[in-house]
């Protein structure tokens, strides 16, 4: 008998070793976009569906990738250029959930002029150059946004300025007239006087994702699962009670203190996969930068449960 306990005994251990209980770390970055996973954390669904998850809070994009492609991490919050970068860098990436589409009632890139720039419109920019972050989500849009507006993203001049506080602070101190900021600070600027020109509440189209390893996918079925269901339990919380999640977003997300009582909290959509449709827009958005001529085949590159 004691020999048959020690059998099981071991087997249970081998079992809890064997990688299905093992933290699921996923980077993200401070912004709006990574709220459901910030409630799901906060509020415990990760562990009431029974899985151990860690929200590893990088600073940049780059930090982040560089964390994803050393197999640092089992996911990744970020944008869909990010992601087919990876794909097409020989990372083994699937994108899992949309985490935002851009909605009429939900800004998250804005197109502004500085406050003494005198510009009030798309059409008075002239050669005034546009800072943003070349070969990015930012670069994206703001072709999106000109063409919403019946402008040509050809005809628009850009300076490449990365970091966002620099950015904006050029921006709101007139060393440059015209910028991308995404959301908080976008509200911010507005307040403080910056002239909205366009943004992308008319785009219709994916703005982020959240990706994993397919690896991990592939030996972790029904911890995905459990991470769907603790995701979509987690937008119903926000999008019922929006204003009980304020604080957590305010400090998570870097709102700026000045509009912290007044940016409006961003309601949600269950998991699912971005379209098809959006995919191949930023796909051949890329094809026409220079930055990937691959095809890629969207059921190669996205995951669902019902695979």
């Known amino acids: 008998m004691k020999k048959i306990i020690t059998i099981a005994a071991l087997s249970l251990l081998l079992f809890s070793c064997s990688g299905k209980n093992e933290k699921i770390r996923i980077g993200v970055l401070p912004v709006i976009d990574t709220l459901p996973l910030l409630v799901a954390d906060n509020q415990g669904l990760f562990k009431s569906e029974g899985i151990d998850v860690e929200l590893v809070t990088f600073n940049s994009a780059l930090e982040r990738d560089a ?17 087919l970068l990876q794909i097409k860098n020989g990372i083994d990436a699937k994108i899992v959930i949309e985490s935002s589409h851009t909605a009429k009632d939900s800004r998250m890139f804005a197109l502004l002029a500085s406050p003494a720039s005198k510009i009030d419109s798309i059409k008075r920019i002239g050669s005034n150059e546009v800072a943003i972050s070349m070969g990015s989500i930012i670069e994206f849009f703001l ?4 063409l919403s507006e019946n402008a040509d993203p050809a005809k628009v001049m850009r300076i490449e300025v990365k970091a966002i ?19 908080p600070l976008a509200s911010k600027a507005i307040k403080d006087g910056a002239v909205l020109l366009a943004d992308d509440t008319k785009l219709d189209t994916t703005a982020t994702v959240i990706m994993f390893r397919e690896s991990f996918l592939k030996s972790n079925r029904e911890s995905m699962k459990k991470f769907m269901s603790a995701y979509n339990k987690s937008v119903v919380m926000i999008n019922s009670e929006p204003s009980r999640f304020r604080e957590l977003m305010v400090t998570k997300t870097r709102v700026p203190q000045d509009i912290r009582d007044t940016f409006k909290v961003p309601s949600f959509a269950s998991a699912k996969l971005p379209s098809e449709k959006d995919v191949t827009l930023v796909f051949d958005w890329m094809k026409g930068k220079g930055m990937i001529s691959a095809p890629v085949d969207y059921r190669n590159i996205t995951w669902s449960l019902q695979k």
């Open 67 to 83: 964390a994803l492609t050393s197999g640092n991490l089992d996911g990744a919050f970020g944008d869909l250029i990010a992601a």
């Open 143 to 146: 072709d999106r946004m000109m």
């Open 165 to 183: 506080p620099v950015r904006l602070q050029m921006l709101m101190t007139d060393s440059l007239k015209l910028a991308i900021i995404p959301e």
